[in-house]
Nanobody
């Protein structure tokens, strides 16, 4: 069992930056691949990016590549999502997710077994 708690959401203006945090408990953090997803009103939850359990591999959705950065601090059991140059289209509830099975795929919600409660990010134009 893995518990995930996100923080850091809020209301920002277009072009601003924001950093989300997700702290995990219940399992040794360096055995867990961590992902970020988001869900806008009326839309399906979509992949934002992920970072492998060792931190060696990071993947991003095309829509955020070059603007968002995922990092993790295994000593603090925390993964971060640094978001720069935010756009109104980035407005969504952001979720962190944990994959304990180390599957070969990483961009589907089905690849993750545990989810945080979500944190709202609103970007005004």
């Amino acid at each position: 069992q893995v518990q995930l708690v996100e923080s850091g959401g809020g209301l920002v203006q277009a072009g601003d930056s924001l950093t989300l945090s997700c702290t995990a408990s219940g399992r040794t953090f360096n055995t867990v691949n961590m992902g970020w997803f988001r869900q806008a009103p009326g839309k399906e939850r979509e992949f934002v990016g992920c970072r492998s359990r060792s931190g060696a591999n990071t993947y991003y959705a095309d829509s955020v590549k070059g603007r968002f950065t995922i990092s993790r601090d295994n000593a603090k059991s925390t993964v971060y999502l640094q978001m720069n140059s935010l756009e109104p289209e980035d407005t969504a509830v952001y979720y962190c997710a944990a994959d304990i099975t180390n599957g070969r795929t990483y961009s589907s919600t089905k690849d993750y077994e545990y989810w945080g409660q979500g944190t709202q990010v609103t970007v005004s134009s």
